[in-house]
């Protein structure tokens, strides 16, 4: 599936989630209110977490991050409802891409040479968000269920050596159904919440094919509520 097409599932995505949430005057009148916002990182598969984490530990705040998007990269929306002072609802969507990931391939029985395949994964999430400090500084812990489209396919270096190749297992899409979790930490200056975020995603978590293994990723993200 092409980018532009990538866009436009979460764009209507989103736009359902708005519909579905409510929207009364109750609600905007409690805690945070009404708001919607934008963000964007890294998106680190879990078997890349403990180097981005080394790079953390040795090189500092810049070079992990730059680690992160390195694997891969994330851009979505959030929108989110305030309940009380401390509970909000919450909803995202978001588009994440990952690059030239390695992926040993058995046919027959027999292994072929390893392929580097690029992913594109669509969550849409739902749930909510507690906020145990709420003053200036504000640091939120979420939970959601996710409903995930991804597709997955060989990287455009691969393609053009394996022109004729048709191998179910690295090349397909998928619907999956799964959780997050996420820890925000932000500040409210006049009426704007810029915030750092990192949540957790498995994909499929409640939804998995025979023999499947689990898949799960850390959005690393940079964002704002307006």
């Known amino acids: 599936m092409k980018r532009t097409q990538l866009v436009v599932n979460a764009c209507i995505a989103l736009a359902m989630m708005v519909l579905m949430w ?20 890294g ?4 078997a890349d ?6 790079k953390l530990v040795d090189d500092g705040v810049k070079e992990s991050y730059s680690a992160a998007r390195d694997v891969g990269t994330h ?5 989110r409802i305030g309940l009380s002072e401390s509970f909000s609802l919450q909803g995202t969507a978001s588009i994440n891409f990952f690059r030239n990931q390695e992926q040993q391939v058995v046919i027959g029985g027999v292994k072929v040479p390893s392929f580097l395949t690029s992913s594109s994964y669509v969550p849409v999430t739902a749930g909510a968000v507690w906020f145990p400090i709420n003053t200036i ?5 979420s939970g959601e269920m996710v409903y995930t489209y991804r597709k997955v396919g060989l990287s455009s270096s691969q393609d053009a050596l394996y022109p004729d190749i048709n191998i179910g297992n ?5 619907n999956d159904v799964g ?16 915030h750092v975020e990192v949540k957790k995603i498995w994909s499929n978590q409640f939804v998995r094919a025979a023999g499947e ?8 993200s940079l964002g704002i509520l307006l």
């Open 43 to 46: 998106s680190v598969p879990d």
């Open 49 to 54: 977490v403990g180097n981005v984490y080394r």
């Open 22 to 41: 409510p929207t009364s005057s109750v609600y905007a009148a409690s805690g945070e209110g009404i708001r919607l916002g934008f963000f964007f990182g």
């Open 170 to 174: 690295i090349d397909y899409s998928r």
């Open 75 to 79: 851009f979505g929306a959030k929108l």
């Open 137 to 141: 500084v504000r640091v939120g812990l």
């Open 179 to 194: 959780a997050a979790l996420g820890l925000n930490v932000g500040l409210d200056i006049l009426g704007l919440q810029p």
């Open 213 to 220: 293994p689990e898949v799960a990723f850390v959005q690393v």
